[in-house]
């Protein structure tokens, strides 16, 4: 259990040193405004609210600018394990993990080769648990939201980086007998990450 926490402790300050790296060494050169179509994969950790520990993240995004500010992306992603305890002495879930698939509005000001965002949105939510004894099955997809920050920057006219932070909320889905009333569920967690940023 010591050799887990010491490397999840190794990959924050790593993917940390990399975003602040990022940052320190681009450019700030005047841009042109362009559309742009960009494919970012990238690599992260799952953590705080209901994430019952940090959990290694991957997935992609790919976005969409207008010559403007404003923008649209799909972003997906998938964190194994994020529901098993440290602890020997808990409740083993067996294998599990969280995907998500959002539709996200961004808005973000090109500054020089440096681009600021924030978005928000919202898409599927699939929570998945394997029970290492076949005795219950606690899988479900369900509707979730997700708002954000984080920056991206350019080293050439194709090629860059981007790190991300995301909050992520399940919606609860209470049939009434008036129809469908969505509320905000209890299920919460963070997301951060970093990765390349391919723009074509």
């Known amino acids: 259990m010591q050799i887990q926490t010491v490397g999840v402790t190794d990959m924050k300050k790593r993917l940390t040193g990399i975003a602040a790296a990022t940052l320190l060494t681009l450019v700030m050169t005047p841009a042109a405004a362009r559309a742009d179509v960009m494919f970012s994969p990238f690599l992260g950790l799952s953590f705080g609210g209901d994430a019952r520990k940090e959990a290694v993240t991957y997935g992609g995004t790919l976005t969409f600018m207008g010559g403007g500010v404003f923008g649209f992306e799909l972003d997906a992603a998938l964190s194994p394990d994020m529901l098993s305890n440290d602890s020997d002495t ?23 080769k440096l681009r600021p965002y924030a978005s928000a949105g919202g898409g599927l939510l699939r929570i998945n648990i394997e029970d290492p004894l076949d005795l219950f099955d606690a899988s479900r997809n369900t509707w979730g939201v997700n708002v954000g920050a984080g920056v991206m920057g350019f080293f050439s006219e194709h090629v860059g980086m981007r790190a991300d932070v995301r909050y992520f909320r399940r919606i609860k889905d209470d049939d009434t007998s008036s129809g469908v009333d969505l509320d905000l569920g209890q299920f919460n967690y963070w997301r951060g990450t970093v990765g390349l940023s391919l723009r074509f």
């Open 90 to 112: 808990d409740l083993d879930l067996g294998s599990n993990s969280v995907g998500t698939v959002m539709a996200n509005l961004i808005i973000g000001a090109p500054l020089g």
